[in-house]
């Protein structure tokens, strides 16, 4: 398990673009028959992924979440970016097509993942917080969650955000997901940017052409800095960070959030004239 450690809104205005990276994003993840986890310091989140190709892929235990299982005092987000998957929950199972999603509440001891097709594997991304109570497992559907059609063609960001796992649909301790997918000649995303200081965000962007990168913004308003990331690379955005970002082609990304708040519409917008 990989550790990351947070720098403040001091420290990240002196940082190399190197340490930035060393600092705010997950990379190396959707590795075959892998199952790597970062654990951030930013609200105590957990990334990893699961791509099973010649065997079912099961959650590791690491000394640093002190546990005996993965879910002991932990909830979790999945989304799948491959081919049809299976998750097994303590001896039933969930089928997830592409981009379906699956809340696991806290203490489910077995937790196991697999592909249908190991020619074409499902690609599971996975986000977990600690929890203070269980909930039960859900699956969320693409066409079950919640459709927001927001932008425009003039300013380049026609999107879809598809809330799969949020209040009303499920029913979580912290966690709030989906995803936003751009429209072909649209790159920004998440326009006009915001904050949110009651909760942490994570964005891991997927669906990119080849060759194609994402200039993600972070930082104050007033010094904002760029993560430059490539297909399946995600950026950890502390409470007093923006996260926006723009792209050399259309994109998707998964977002997810941990805090005290799940109110999807819980926002400090800024003004886009005012980022320097």
């Not at 791509?51 to 590791?60: A, K, Q």
């Not at 203490?107 to 996975?126: L, Q, T």
């Not at 986000?127 to 927001?150: E, F, I, M, N, W």
């Amino acid at each position: 398990m990989e550790l990351k450690t947070s720098a403040d809104n001091v420290r990240y205005k002196t940082m190399t673009n190197q340490e930035l990276r060393e600092t705010f994003v997950v990379g190396d993840l959707f590795r075959p028959d892998t199952v790597p986890l970062t654990y951030s310091d930013i609200d105590r989140g957990v990334v990893g992924s699961a791509v099973p190709v010649s065997t079912s892929l099961g959650l590791p235990i690491h000394k640093e979440l002190a546990c005996d299982f993965f879910t002991q005092r932990r909830e979790m987000g999945i989304l799948n970016i491959g081919g049809t998957g299976v998750v097994s929950i303590q001896g039933e199972s969930y089928e997830l097509e592409y981009e379906d999603s699956l809340y696991i509440g806290r203490g489910n001891e077995e937790v196991s993942f697999s592909s249908k097709d190991p020619e074409v594997p499902a690609k599971f991304y996975f986000v977990s917080y600690p929890a203070h109570t269980s909930h039960p497992t859900r699956l969320v559907k693409k066409s079950d969650a919640q459709r927001l059609d927001l932008g425009a063609q003039e300013t380049c960001n026609v999107r879809t955000i598809y809330q799969s796992i949020r209040p009303g649909i499920v029913e979580t301790c912290q966690i709030v997901m989906g995803f936003t997918s751009l429209e072909s000649g649209s790159v920004w995303n998440t326009m006009p940017p915001h904050t949110h200081r009651r909760r942490s965000e994570y964005y891991m962007y997927y669906s990119m052409p080849e060759e194609n990168v994402v200039f993600h913004m972070m930082g104050e308003p007033d010094n904002v800095r760029p993560l430059v990331l490539q297909n399946g690379e995600t950026a950890l955005s502390p409470s007093w960070s923006i996260h926006t970002g723009v792209g050399t082609s259309a994109y998707t990304f998964c977002w997810s959030m941990g805090g005290e708040n799940q109110e999807f519409d819980d926002m400090d917008h800024l003004r886009v004239s005012g980022l320097r």
